[in-house]
């Protein structure tokens, strides 16, 4: 009994730490107990990663935060995808969610724009292919943007169709994802009335930029 007792004490000691709170270690642990788990499971974790109003405030900058009541829209739209998505387990990694990171989806490249400069946001995959979300840590819960890019490419194409087929090509390094970020600021700053010269001017930049052929 003695040795048993003795042996339950060693194994406890070598326990593995957890990984600290909105660590990517913290994201794969997370996301390996939602990956292939079943479907009403998926369904709940997924639902609530959507970000309140109160945390969306405190998340994106501030040209984003009227944005919040589409994005709860977008997001909706987006749950069977994801569910879908996570339906089956396999390898998860997870990484920062950084500017110029040439293994991010478009999207995720997007969403960057609506974060602060070093923003601690994570970006994950499952099976070697993107989970589109962008993660973003709330304590010890995750929440996610996710169908915010949607958002504002609607945004833009309201104002300027051709120009938001143009912004669909940003989101990777480059001279098209920087115009891109000033098209997004451009017409997100753009209400009724309001003068959108800035727009155009911007808009005809990513004809060069993002065209066919462009770097």
Same mark, same amino acid.
């Given at each position: 009994?003695?040795? $048993?007792?003795?042996?339950?004490?060693?194994?406890?000691?070598?326990?593995?730490?957890?990984?600290?709170?909105?660590?990517?270690?913290?994201?794969?642990?997370?996301?390996?107990?939602?990956?292939?788990?079943?479907?009403? #499971?998926?369904?709940?974790?997924?639902?609530?990663?959507?970000?309140?109003?109160?945390?969306?405030?405190?998340?994106?900058?501030?040209?984003?935060?009227?944005?919040?009541?589409?994005?709860?829209?977008?997001? #909706?739209?987006?749950?069977?995808?994801?569910v879908a998505r996570l339906a089956h387990g396999g390898p998860i990694t997870a990484r920062r969610h950084y500017a110029g990171d040439p293994r991010l989806t478009?999207?995720?490249?997007?969403?960057?724009? $609506?974060?602060?400069?070093?923003?601690?946001?994570?970006?994950?995959?499952?099976?070697?292919?993107p989970i589109d979300a962008v993660f973003v840590p709330d304590g010890e819960r995750w929440c996610a943007l996710v169908g915010l890019d949607a958002v504002v490419?609607?945004?833009?194409?309201?104002?300027?169709?051709?120009?938001?087929?143009?912004?669909?090509?940003?989101?990777?390094?480059?001279?098209? #994802?920087?115009?891109?970020?000033?098209?997004?600021? $451009?017409?997100?700053? #753009?209400?009724?009335?309001?003068?959108?010269?800035?727009?155009?001017?911007?808009?005809?930049?990513?004809?060069?930029?993002?065209?066919?052929?462009?770097?």
């Amino acid at each position: 009994m003695r040795r $048993a007792l003795v042996l339950v004490v060693v194994a406890a000691c070598h326990d593995a730490p957890r990984p600290p709170a909105g660590s990517p270690e913290a994201l794969v642990a997370y996301l390996q107990g939602v990956a292939g788990a079943d479907e009403v #499971t998926r369904e709940r974790e997924i639902a609530g990663w959507q970000l309140d109003e109160a945390l969306w405030d405190h998340t994106v900058v501030a040209l984003y935060r009227p944005l919040h009541a589409e994005y709860q829209r977008a997001f #909706t739209d987006q749950v069977p995808a994801l569910v879908a998505r996570l339906a089956h387990g396999g390898p998860i990694t997870a990484r920062r969610h950084y500017a110029g990171d040439p293994r991010l989806t478009l999207p995720q490249g997007r969403d960057r724009w $609506a974060l602060p400069a070093l923003f601690p946001s994570l970006v994950a995959e499952a099976g070697g292919a993107p989970i589109d979300a962008v993660f973003v840590p709330d304590g010890e819960r995750w929440c996610a943007l996710v169908g915010l890019d949607a958002v504002v490419r609607a945004r833009v194409a309201a104002l300027d169709p051709g120009c938001a087929a143009l912004l669909a090509r940003a989101g990777a390094a480059g001279r098209c #994802t920087d115009v891109g970020a000033a098209i997004a600021d $451009a017409a997100l700053r #753009t209400g009724p009335g309001a003068d959108r010269d800035r727009l155009a001017h911007v808009c005809r930049l990513a004809e060069t930029l993002c065209g066919k052929g462009s770097p």
